[in-house]
């Protein structure tokens, strides 16, 4: 049994020009102790998977195929109240921006210790012994003086730690990380990513990382999603995808990052942007953009193929081994 | 990247007086000198207001006080007036000053009492309206506009014209403060729920909501103990003003006969009473009162501008 199943999840918008899918066939299953990372441009779709997995999509979108089972349960059958004690307890989230996810207006361990009280019966003075243990275990010096502080008496890297604590509260099985470094400075995006990768480690909890970021993703994770348009396009291993990616999309992403080696050289960049969701394309959802694309990839969709320990939905993977892409 | 351990530990109640002191709030008012000035008054007239029985040389609730033989007499500073009424007396002889004292203790609790209601209601409808939404948000502020579309004297008028007609005026007089609250507080209550509204619209989209939400927090939880706190200022500002307009709608209810009785009267009824003696010289029955209420309403609002500009971080100057 899987700890969380997703299975052909479908999330769909109704706008006024037409619903929308933000997210179409995404299939995966995770493990306790798995560290998956999920990558894609803006608009890929990857916050939304993010927050479907906690069935928390908010009007107008909604779920409107496929399922995600946590512990063989199906989220969608549960009533808001056990739903409410999945979410917090079971599976957490690490939000983006730490200057916006603490509630300017209460205390740091006012939040924390209603955390906890949401889930557990505990009183105010145990709920204080958890919350200074967990800010312990994420290197916040002193504890016990940060309970009494407002959010923004403390920097950005301190909150995103307190945040994490937060996560951490109720030994969640899974903390879904949503692009949690992307507000630090450099240095501090560093720990940040350390501390969560230690703290997963020690506590067997599986991670689901969604960024941007291909240089955090390979720190990080084991296994790797890459998103585009609302699809998974290539999975697999985050080695061999980082090393050697199938797709021509993961290719661009991957050569689009500066490299120190080369210099004079401008960055390679995937040419167009990515297709607004409004606008059906048939076929292969990336074909407008590719460079290998052929006739087949403007007629159907690619399914997947596996190609060493990776899956990739694209009609040229064979066609591109055999003949390596001269660009230059 | 540590803010470090050497940060002072401090025990708590030092430093939230220590915080007062250094506040925006508290640095703000000690640089304005017409708020420093408004809340004197305002402390004066509270403190008025509460000690009136101590500070009232004469029980103007009292019929065997009051003598009608003393009716109008000037204030004792002019010819004909009288040692023992500092401010004269009215048409039934009651002193004066005794009577705002009183007056402005009925004017301030009907007012602050009209306003606890308006803002309970208000708060509740208009937190419900803007975190919910949907057809129940269309449908509340709806409710809202037809509400504001009355004016808050004739719904007021209406109301008390029928209750006093249906259950006589007996019951009525009995009843009259707490009716003048109950039916200035439900007349108001709009101007709270589109406030707190239109702020939870803006506050729902952050995502300390979201986090919230992540948390497996219920949905009053989230409206009442995360979204609300973050609306108080508005709602702070708004109040001072509406103790205000209460006051106003209380004192021109009155005035034309619907409000306080005239053997408990507020500032109102007291401006109303004296109102036909004005012409036959007896000025100060109405003018008196009527300038302590309008000193009254004057400071609420200059403080609300006040509240207003130093809770706006927009208009923040460092």
């Given amino acids: ?328 | 990247m540590t803010q470090n351990s050497t940060l002072p530990v401090n025990n708590q109640a030092h430093t939230m007086s220590e915080k007062f002191f250094k506040s925006h709030f508290w640095h703000s008012f000690k640089i304005d000198i017409v708020a420093q000035l408004c809340f004197l008054v305002f402390i004066a007239y509270v403190f008025m207001a509460l000690f009136a029985p101590a500070i009232a040389p004469f029980d103007p609730y009292d019929p065997a006080s009051i003598d009608i033989m003393n009716s109008e007499i000037p204030p004792s500073w002019s010819e004909e007036g009288d040692e023992s009424f500092w401010l004269g007396t009215d048409n039934q002889g009651r002193d004066l000053w005794s009577t705002i004292l009183y007056g402005t203790r009925v004017s301030l609790l009907i007012g602050i009492g009209a306003v606890f209601l308006q803002a309970f209601l208000g708060i509740c409808i208009g937190l419900v309206a803007g975190y919910i939404g949907g057809r129940l948000d269309s449908f509340l502020m709806r409710m809202a506009d037809v509400q504001l579309s009355f004016s808050t004297l004739m719904v007021a008028i209406i109301f008390l014209a029928v209750f006093q007609a249906s259950f006589g005026t007996e019951l009525y007089q009995e009843l009259a403060m707490f009716m003048l609250i109950l039916v200035i507080g439900i007349a108001e209550w709009p101007q709270y729920a589109r406030t707190v509204r239109a702020s939870v619209l803006a506050e729902k989209e952050k995502e300390y909501v979201d986090a919230a939400r992540v948390i497996g927090l219920s949905t009053p939880r989230i409206m009442f103990r995360h979204i609300l706190p973050n609306t108080l200022s508005p709602i702070l500002v708004i109040s001072t003003v509406q103790v205000a307009n209460a006051i106003i709608a209380e004192a021109s209810l009155s005035f034309l006969g619907l409000g306080m009785p005239a053997s408990e009267p507020s500032l109102g009824s007291l401006i109303s009473s004296g109102f036909e003696y004005i012409f036959s010289g007896a000025w100060w029955i109405t003018m008196i009162p009527g300038i302590v209420l309008v000193l009254l309403v004057l400071v609420m609002n200059l403080l609300g501008d006040w509240l207003r500009d130093v809770l706006n971080p927009k208009l923040y100057k460092g």
């Fill in chain 1, 1 to 328: 049994m899987a700890l969380l199943q997703v299975n052909d999840l479908e999330v769909s918008f109704d706008m006024r020009s037409g619903s929308v899918k933000a997210l179409q066939d995404i299939n995966f299953s995770i493990e306790r102790g798995d560290r998956v990372g999920i990558v894609g441009e803006s608009g890929a779709g990857k916050s939304v998977l993010g927050f479907s997995i906690l069935n928390l999509i908010s009007r107008p979108g909604s779920i409107t195929g496929g399922n995600v089972l946590f512990e063989d349960r199906d989220l969608a059958n549960l009533s808001a109240k056990e739903l409410r004690d999945i979410r917090g307890n079971r599976i957490s989230m690490i939000f983006q921006d730490p200057m916006m996810t603490l509630n300017p207006v209460l205390t740091i361990g006012t939040q924390m210790i209603e955390c906890l009280q949401a889930h557990r019966k505990i009183n105010k003075n145990d709920a204080k012994k958890i919350a200074i243990q967990k800010l312990q275990q994420v290197y916040i010096p002193s504890p016990e003086t940060r309970l009494d502080q407002y959010p923004h008496e403390l920097s950005g890297g301190m909150r995103q730690r307190i945040v994490i604590a937060i996560g951490l509260l109720m030994d969640p099985e899974i903390i879904i990380a949503d692009e949690p470094t992307t507000a630090l400075d450099v240095t501090i995006q560093a720990e940040i990513m350390e501390l969560i990768l230690e703290l997963c480690e020690r506590n067997h909890v599986a991670l689901i990382m969604i960024t941007h970021d291909l240089g955090v993703i390979s720190q990080v994770t084991n296994r790797l999603f890459v998103m585009y348009s609302g699809r998974i396009i290539e999975q697999g291993p985050t080695k061999e995808i980082i090393n050697d990616a199938q797709h021509p999309y993961t290719q661009g992403l991957i050569n689009a990052l500066p490299q120190m080696t080369i210099r004079g050289e401008r960055l390679q960049q995937i040419p167009g942007s990515m297709p607004s969701l409004n606008t059906r394309i048939t076929g292969c959802v990336f074909h407008p953009r590719c460079e290998h694309a052929e006739n087949t990839c403007t007629r159907t969709h690619p399914k997947y193929t596996t190609s060493g320990g990776c899956k990739v939905a694209c009609h040229m993977v064979e066609k591109m081994k055999s003949q390596p892409l001269l660009s230059e």
